[in-house]
């Protein structure tokens, strides 16, 4: 598959502070590419630079070819975004702020409102058509944001946190739409700190912390490197875990003490859940393993600030 983006290099710096460090990573043409990563990692100012509304401290990024914060227009114009904050004006209808916005992309005024009919529909917003922004809810205003992203027919589109705050229904018609259009041939680049989120819709992914990128690759192949098949949570307490790591220690790949909790990553949890049996513990559960084990394990399972 074609790259779409490559990123070399890529530092975002503010005053002092670095926020984006060094990083590097290529995007192909069709695929939803993920940044997952706790509060402050740097993924809307990755984001952000990608699609030039935030200066290049140093390093490249290639945008179809077009150098970004050089070839700025050509760029926005090819990308649609929905953003992380709700850039929405609020004195205005669903339908007033889409046509506001096909200005920014010259959209001819009889197109833009054909457009924006059919995506509103798109987003099931047709009965809000004529509502202010301030009459929505959270999950509405979050919709009519990716249907204000679609009016410039992008072949690439950013979605930064774009379920962030919604209820299981919202954020579902939320991934079909995003699906939707990647069947349809669009390139996605996905923020999120759900796990669940970048299972779901990711291709391939990095996890970012700090400023950096700890680890790429697929969903299943991260499970797969980082954690193995299975994992087991045993809650009891640390002076038990010498006794539990001489016994479930040989049939596992690895063990880590989070809070109450001792934890087992299995490739093969079989003959370590014919063990927990024999050995009748409490408080054990046993289940997958998850893209939410790879990235604890990664940044620490103590909470981030
Ligand atoms: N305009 C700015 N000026 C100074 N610092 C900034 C600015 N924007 C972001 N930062 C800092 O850069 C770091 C990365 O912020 P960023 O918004 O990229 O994180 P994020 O991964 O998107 O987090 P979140 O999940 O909370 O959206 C943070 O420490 C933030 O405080
Ligand atoms: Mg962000």
């Not at 609020?90 to 924006?116: G, H």
């Not at 690759?217 to 307490?237: A, F, H, K, T, W």
Request: net charge neutral; with cysteine.
């Amino acid at each position: 598959m074609r790259t779409i983006i490559r990123a070399e290099h890529l530092v975002k710096n503010y005053g002092e502070f670095a926020a984006v460090k060094d990083i590097s990573f290529e995007i192909r043409e069709g695929e939803c590419f993920g940044f997952l990563g706790p509060n402050g990692a740097g993924k809307t100012t990755t984001v952000r630079m990608i699609h030039c509304v935030s200066p290049i401290t140093s390093g490249t990024i290639l945008v179809n070819g077009l150098p970004a914060d050089v070839d700025n227009r050509k760029i926005k114009a090819a990308t649609g975004v929905i953003p992380q904050e709700m850039t929405l004006d609020t004195d205005l209808t669903v339908f007033e702020n889409m046509m506001v916005f096909s200005k920014f992309f010259d959209i001819p005024r009889r197109e833009a409102r054909k457009r924006t009919d059919e995506l509103i529909a798109f987003v099931e917003l047709e009965a809000k058509r004529d509502n202010k922004i301030s009459e929505l809810s959270t999950g509405m205003k979050r919709r009519l944001l990716v249907a204000r992203a679609l009016l410039n027919k992008p072949a690439l589109i950013i979605a930064d946190e774009p379920t962030t705050g919604l209820d299981p229904q919202a954020r579902h018609l939320i991934w079909q739409r995003l699906r939707l259009l990647k069947n349809q041939g669009t390139t996605l680049i996905l923020t999120t700190q759900y796990m669940e989120e970048a299972q779901q819709l990711c291709d391939r992914l990095v996890v970012m912390y700090e400023g950096k990128i700890l680890k790429e690759g697929s969903p299943r192949q991260l499970i797969d490197d980082e954690i193995g098949r299975e994992v087991v949570e045993i809650r009891i307490e640390a002076a038990e875990d010498a006794r539990l790591i001489a016994d479930l220690g040989p049939l596992a790949r690895g063990h880590e003490r989070a809070g109450d909790t001792l934890f087992f990553y299995c490739r093969d949890g079989r003959a370590i859940q014919k063990k927990l049996v024999e050995m009748d513990l409490p408080n054990t559960v046993y289940r997958p393993a998850t893209l939410e084990d790879v990235f604890l394990k990664l940044t620490g399972r103590s909470l981030v600030e």
